[in-house]
């Protein structure tokens, strides 16, 4: 059995969790990625709190309009709450498939309102279903799937932002 100070859980406000674990860990990474369901609770709140940046995915449908101003309102919440700054570092437009006219559209919007960080844009591709219930990496799956080159820009990317060197390839690890 452990015992918990009771400082250490009565004081913190509960956005804060998440940040208070992360950093027993935090020189262990170059990065932690939190990717949290698709709601707006506590478990969202506490990723914004510790990450405080916040890389948008998004579904290239009309409803992901409404979908980023709920977001974006709720991180302005947050961010007056917790007297914090979450930096966008880029927006992924998921399953877009190019036969819609309407995913052509939703792209086109996204890319207008976001240019000032970085947007990519991710095709359906029946590969990722299947690695997804396979439980495995595209790459794993197959890493000569067209869309393996988005995830690497994604990443090399992120690597950019936060000052990192992009590794040789001989040292990239794709799980």
């Known amino acids: 059995m452990t015992a918990v100070e ?8 509960s956005g804060e969790q998440l940040n208070a674990v992360l950093e027993y860990v935090a020189d262990d990474y170059d990065y932690v990625i939190i990717d949290c369901p698709p709601n707006l ?21 009309s409803t992901s309009k409404r979908a980023f101003k709920l977001l974006y309102d709720h991180v302005d919440l947050l961010e007056a709450d917790y007297e914090i700054e979450i930096t966008e570092v880029g927006v992924v437009v998921n399953r877009i498939d190019v036969r819609k006219n309407q995913a052509q559209q939703m792209v086109e919007w996204i890319n207008e309102s976001y240019d000032d960080v970085p947007v990519w844009e991710v095709r359906e591709r029946a590969d990722i279903q299947c690695a997804l219930e396979r439980g495995i990496s595209i790459f794993k799956y197959n890493d000569e799937a067209d ?29």
Do not use: K, M
């Not at 009771?6 to 406000?13: A, G, M, N, V």
């Not at 609770?41 to 449908?61: F, R």
């Not at 869309?147 to 799980?175: H, K």
């Open 147 to 175: 869309v393996c080159e988005a995830f690497l820009n994604i990443a090399e990317s992120l690597d950019s932002q936060f000052g990192f060197a992009s590794p040789p390839d001989s040292e990239v690890v794709q799980a």
């Open 6 to 13: 009771p400082e250490l859980t009565l004081s913190r406000r």
């Open 41 to 61: 609770g506590n478990l969202t709140d506490n990723a914004l709190y510790a990450a405080q940046n916040i890389l948008v995915p998004a579904l290239a449908e």
